[in-house]
Antibody
Framework: QVQLQESGPGLVKPSQTLSLTCTVSGGSISSGGYYWSWIRQHPGKGLEWIGYIYYSGSTYYNPSLKSRVTISVDTSKNQFSLKLSSVTAADTAVYYC??????????????WGQGTLVTVSS | QSVLTQPPSASGTPGQRVTISCSGSSSNIGSNTVNWYQQLPGTAPKLLIYSNNQRPSGVPDRFSGSKSGTSASLAISGLQSEDEADYYCAAWDDSLCYVFGTGTKVTVL
């Protein structure tokens, strides 16, 4: 059973960089066949895709966030990470990591972490 | 930023059938398959339907999905109290972005 767990600071100051890590257990990122994604949910709002990465390092980002987002992978630790720069209060959200199965024309998120709340405030 | 439009709420009594719509465009639903996610209160979303109408293992057959043109629908038949949750449609958009619907809160009366 694949499990994902987000970790990182719950409070980030405006203009700083938000950094989160997702640790994967029960499966190896480097085995291929899956992408690994970050998704966020603003308080009381809907879901927003941030981007995803393949174990080789290929990345796909939401065009609306692309200038501020970096997703990276560390196969030796079976982790992938999110960095979001120049944050504002609008980046306050629950951040989820998820496994992505390429299927048909729309990939599907089949395993999710429990989510971690990141608040941007001074 | 949601480009897939859903009704904000839907409701029904136990045993009833509830349908949720998801309206998109030619660049997303019109040219790509649709997935649906269920988010129970305080939990992470869970995959409910993929590739328009396929159920993952373990999802009851009370849940069904369909797609026509630039719209998709999720139906819950035999509504149960444990179905009270938020439901999101999702699709790949040809602008190279994965898009979610605005979400629908289902209430069991």
């Amino acid at each position: 059973q694949v499990q994902l767990q987000e970790s990182g600071p719950g409070l980030v100051k405006p203009s700083q960089t938000l950094s989160l890590t997702c640790t994967v257990s029960g499966g190896s990122i480097s085995s291929g066949g899956y992408y690994w994604s970050w998704i966020r949910q603003h308080p009381g709002k809907g879901l927003e895709w941030i981007g995803y990465i393949y174990y080789s390092g290929s990345t796909y980002y939401n065009p609306s966030l692309k200038s501020r987002v970096t997703i990276s992978v560390d196969t030796s630790k079976n982790q992938f990470s999110l960095k979001l720069s120049s944050v504002t209060a609008a980046d306050t959200a629950v951040y989820y990591c998820a496994r992505v199965l390429p299927y048909d024309t729309t990939p599907l998120f089949d395993y999710w972490g429990q989510g971690t709340l990141v608040t941007v405030s001074s | 930023q949601s480009v897939l439009t859903q009704p904000p709420s839907a409701s029904g009594t136990p045993g009833q059938r509830v349908t949720i719509s998801c309206s998109g465009s030619s660049s997303n639903i019109g040219s790509n398959t649709v997935n649906w996610y269920q988010q129970l209160p305080g939990t992470a979303p869970k995959l409910l339907i993929y590739s328009n109408n396929q159920r993952p293992s373990g999802v009851p057959d009370r849940f069904s999905g369909s797609k026509s043109g630039t719209s998709a629908s999720l139906a819950i038949s035999g509504l149960q109290s444990e179905d009270e949750a938020d439901y999101y449609c999702a699709a790949w958009d040809d602008s190279l972005c994965y898009v979610f619907g605005t979400g629908t809160k289902v209430t069991v009366l």
